[in-house]
């Protein structure tokens, strides 16, 4: 997510009248609340990824109470990780990057031998000829 994202939010509020930040904390330290003041939206902030975890409002959580606290609880219980999540994607990255990497090798591997057998069977100092036109 980008800094344009979190413009206008603050840190420093005095709006949470039950409590939530420090409940969020007493559950997950590196969870913290943004607001900001122009729409009276808040953002549930993660210090490890330095993400939004969640917007409110939104449709179920339409202001900053108790039921945000149960979903960010409930969530975190089914196993979300967002570090896992991050590690996973990196992963299959990786992965994909190490497929495209044996597939340029053994595409090369093929045209190299190809080019070495041309060369062989016609007698020719190199293999090159067939993709520049050569006899």
């Keep these: 997510m980008n800094r344009h994202y979190f413009a206008g939010y603050q840190r420093v509020f005095i709006n949470d009248v039950n409590g939530i930040e420090q409940q969020l904390q007493e559950f997950d330290p590196e969870l913290y609340i943004m607001w900001r003041p122009k729409d009276n939206s808040w953002l549930i902030m993660d210090t490890m990824t330095e993400t939004a975890v969640m917007k409110i409002p939104q449709i179920g959580f339409e202001t900053l109470d108790q039921r945000v606290y149960r979903e960010i609880r409930r969530v ?12 996973a994607n990196e992963s ?3 992965r994909e990057l190490e497929r495209k990497t044996n597939d340029l090798a053994e595409d090369f591997a093929k045209e190299a031998r190809e080019a070495f057998v041309n060369a062989y069977d016609y007698n020719r100092e190199s293999g090159a000829t067939k993709y520049v036109g050569g006899v």
């Design 76 to 87: 975190a219980k089914e196993g979300y990780s967002a570090i896992a999540e991050i590690e």
């Design 92 to 94: 299959a990255r990786k």
